[in-house]
């Protein structure tokens, strides 16, 4: 059983909040009667109406990106950068599942399935996301233990991860180190590093989950299939 309003909104009809304004405006019916309240739960059976026609299930697309620097994680940009959603050849009202920063690359999902995305970037989700950061300086072992049993960042202690050293280089002094985490919080990698005095250079996520970007070419992006999307579906109810 879920809210009406996101029950509308995962059909891929319109936003969450205009669902409910339609709702409020007395244009929603539910096995034929007129809904007001907000908070009325619908099962997947119910029949529902907007506007007197019969509510249809848009059908799910599912896409992994390999972003590119320089574009960003979001459906529209009011300052007219190229958004992920516009690399995607879709008619489809898509959106990313969670975000990477404008200069991250790497995997990135993208999807009109609103009920897969609310449980991959649920906090209790446990999701791997694999990260490989370049950082300046040679990062030691006891650095890398620190950021394996959490950091402070924001007030407040990261979840434990795994972080593994994979290259030094010592005429550039950098640091190439492999990090999984489970949380998605607002720049968490690179907050992570700095709270331990190193800057992140560059930053790409290797792996959303069981899905890598190997074969993916900057920018470039293929559908998953339904045997992928089960997958994730599990991974997400873990
Ligand atoms: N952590 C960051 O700092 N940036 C990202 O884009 C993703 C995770």
Known sequence: MERLQKVIANSGYCSRRK????????????????????GLKVDGNAA???????????KKEYYLLNKPRE???????DKGRTTVVDLIETTTRIYPIG???????????LTNDGELANLLMHPKSNIDKVYIAKINGLIG?????????????DNKKTSKCKAKIKKYDKKTDTSIVE??????????????FESIGYKVLKLKREKYSYLDVNNLKSGEYRTLNPKEVKKLYNEAKK
């Not at 072992?141 to 960042?153: C, D, F, P, T, Y």
């Open 19 to 38: 669902a409910e304004e339609l709702i409020k405006q007395g244009l929603v019916k539910v096995n034929g009667e007129t809904v007001l309240e907000l």
């Open 48 to 58: 529902i109406m907007i506007n007197n026609k019969p509510l249809k299930q848009e």
């Open 71 to 77: 574009v960003i994680s979001s459906v529209t940009d």
């Open 99 to 109: 975000r990477l920063d404008y200069d991250t690359t790497g995997a990135i999902i």
């Open 141 to 153: 072992k006891v650095e890398i233990n620190k950021l394996q049993r959490g950091v402070i960042i």
């Open 179 to 192: 990090l999984t985490i489970h949380e998605g919080k607002n720049h968490q990698v690179k907050k992570m």
